[in-house]
């Protein structure tokens, strides 16, 4: 059984989630100690709790010290079965951190999957769900792994209550490599802002101030950003809450930004913030932005051949689930430039366990 010390670098949930779905898919047992250790409340919450138990209800898995605030967890996979499976985190904690761990799992399974699961889909310290949709799934859908997203219903911090369905055709059970470094020419861009049981100048205002800052740093191409509102008689959400996800479409790839709204927050901010995030992912070149650069990792761990990508900026995620999938998979993995820094990283196959 191969131990793993869930302190290492970010010392957060981003460990135990790939280390969960890399024991699903390479069939290896895993322990992982020290949960979340670094954390100011250590152990896991249940948004983790929700992943490991998903996962191991599609595998077959055995668990021991699956409960909230448990800091070791043995994870023993079985095989990846296909169908329908229904999950509820059962609070605002985060539904695409869930799919984080799940997804790579769906890829592998031996028939059609889909997942529902009810959280948070818009929530601090996690991918907004429009994010998976518009520029996470692109990227998958490149290396082989195409899937269906379905939002049914937003939920934001404190109450929760969206719910996500995700469907995976053909799960593909390989995944193809990259080599795309650079981003290339700056096409357009795209987004969504919405907002649930808020007036719907929310919406807007968040979309206006985005569009305007943009065009204020020189961004002169055609700019696509929709509102999502709803009627307060026809509005399903718990919120209230807001937010807007930017995409950048370039000459070979899509990257990515955000931004949540919160009491007190103006509108305009929201707005703006999202595009400054979009601005400096831009402005590196680089073909994957920040948050994809530690989403892509374990694909790339993965794939039949070897890898090279350039990220805007090499975070502690992303070095974290470098070194865990060297450990794991005994992948090859180098990269160029210091942390929080653009960079570029190569994979290649190692002596790992066939798959």
């Known amino acids: 059984m191969l131990v793993i010390d869930g302190s290492f670098g970010e010392g957060g949930g981003q460990i135990l989630r790939t280390a969960v ?29 929700t992943g490991i138990l998903a996962a ?6 055995v668990v021991e ?11 023993r996979p079985g095989s990846i079965r296909g169908g329908r499976y229904e999950f509820d985190v059962g609070t605002a904690g985060s539904v695409t951190l869930v799919l984080q761990t799940l997804l790579p799992i769906m890829a592998y399974a031996d028939s059609p999957v889909t997942v529902e699961i009810r959280g948070g ?56 490599p990259l080599d795309k470094v650079k981003s290339g020419k ?23 101030a985005a569009a305007r800052e943009l065009a204020k740093r020189g961004v002169g191409v055609r700019m696509d950003l929709r509102t999502e509102w709803y009627e307060p008689e026809k509005d399903p959400h718990l919120g209230p809450g807001s937010g807007i996800v930017l995409w950048a479409i370039t000459e070979w790839s899509i990257l990515g ?4 709204g919160e009491r007190g927050k103006p509108a305009e901010l929201v707005g703006r913030e ?34 090279t990508i350039g990220v805007s900026r ?42």
Request: proline share 6%; charged share 25%.
């Open 21 to 49: 779905a890399l024991s699903a898919v390479a069939g290896i047992d895993v322990k992982v100690v020290n949960i979340r250790a670094r954390r100011p409340e250590p152990g896991l919450k249940r948004q983790h709790l």
């Open 56 to 61: 191991a209800k599609m595998c077959n898995a």
């Open 65 to 75: 010290g699956a409960s909230v605030g448990s800091t070791e967890v043995v994870f």
């Open 121 to 176: 889909t818009d929530v601090p310290w996690s991918p907004p769900v429009d994010y998976l949709g518009y520029v996470i799934e692109p990227h998958l859908r490149e290396i082989g792994y195409g899937f269906g997203v379905e939002l049914a219903r937003r939920g934001h911090y404190p109450r929760g209550g969206g719910l996500v369905r995700v469907r995976v055709e053909r799960p593909p059970r390989s995944f193809k």
């Open 186 to 208: 700056l096409l357009s861009i795209g987004g969504v802002s919405h907002c649930v049981r808020l007036p719907k100048h929310v919406a807007e205002r968040q979309a206006d």
């Open 257 to 260: 930004a955000d931004s949540l």
């Open 274 to 307: 999202a595009a400054m995030k979009l601005l400096e992912e831009l402005s590196t070149g680089m073909a994957y932005d920040r948050h994809m650069a530690d989403i892509i990792i374990p694909y790339l761990s993965l794939a039949e051949g070897s890898s």
């Open 314 to 355: 090499l975070t502690l995620h992303a070095y974290t689930n470098i070194w865990l999938v060297k450990n794991m998979l005994k992948v090859e993995v180098e990269y160029s430039g210091d942390l929080d820094s653009p960079a570029v990283i190569k994979t290649r196959p190692g002596a790992g366990k066939e798959i």
